[in-house]
């Protein structure tokens, strides 16, 4: 008999193909279209989170002000996501935290190891981490190895790229980990195992972009400052 993860893999295919299409689809269109779609994800997943923060506090007062505080944390990502002008720097932005997720999930299954966080989230080891760290700093080196110049970098060091990018990388990890945290934290406290069940055999929108939406306020807005050139309307 299949197990509970193989038996729903036809369905998490499924959803992973519509989402990959779907986003693709705004982000080749562009325009009010990419806004429109980042907005919408936004929306739901904002509504996630002040879903999970109502289940996971007593008071009403700490409701309030942790959903204030979610609309903060959420708008400040959509507003760096709608202010890029750049495709290329979105599919960085993007890009390196899927490999985050990728090299964790991947170095977490094949080497397990000493667990980071067992009391907020027990499947994410250290291993795992170092993953992700390698994961994001492929995707830097991607990103800046074909761009060179172009793309902003310089180098400083005289040392190789992949050294010069791979504090870089572990920021990045680092960054999306943490995110990927407060949401665990979050559902833990509220006895849920996904911030909802919107997206058929992947849970909820939250679920898929925690680590984004911390990449995007930590290193995003202070991007778009260095590099004013990817500012869009």
């Not at 964790?104 to 080497?111: D, E, M, S």
Request: proline share 4%.
């Amino acid at each position: 008999m299949a197990d509970g993860k193989n038996s729903d893999l036809p369905v998490r295919t499924a959803s992973a193909v519509v989402m990959l299409a779907v986003a693709g689809g705004a982000l080749w269109a562009g325009g009010v279209w990419l806004d429109l779609f980042i907005i919408l994800v936004a929306l739901a997943a904002l509504w996630e989170f002040v879903r999970l923060i109502s289940r996971a506090t007593p008071s009403g007062a700490v409701r309030v002000a942790g959903s204030l505080a979610a609309l903060a944390y959420v708008g400040l990502a959509v507003w760096v996501l709608l202010r890029i002008n750049n495709v290329a720097l979105m599919l960085l932005l993007v890009g390196t935290v899927v490999l985050v997720d990728i090299g964790a999930y991947a170095a977490g299954r094949t080497f397990g190891g000493p667990k980071i966080a067992p009391s907020i989230s027990p499947s994410k080891t250290w291993s795992g981490l170092l993953g992700g760290v390698i994961g994001a700093t492929i995707a830097l080196l991607a990103y800046f190895g074909w761009g060179g110049a172009a793309a902003g970098y310089r180098n400083f060091s005289g040392l190789p790229m992949v050294f010069e990018l791979l504090p870089f990388g572990a920021a990045v990890a680092v960054v999306a980990q943490v995110g990927d945290f407060l949401e665990s934290w979050l559902k833990r406290r509220a006895g849920v195992k996904d911030s909802s069940n919107l997206i058929p055999g992947h849970g909820g929108v939250l679920d898929r972009i925690d680590g984004l939406l911390a990449v995007a306020c930590v290193f995003g807005a202070p991007l778009l400052v260095i590099f004013p050139h990817w500012l869009a309307r």
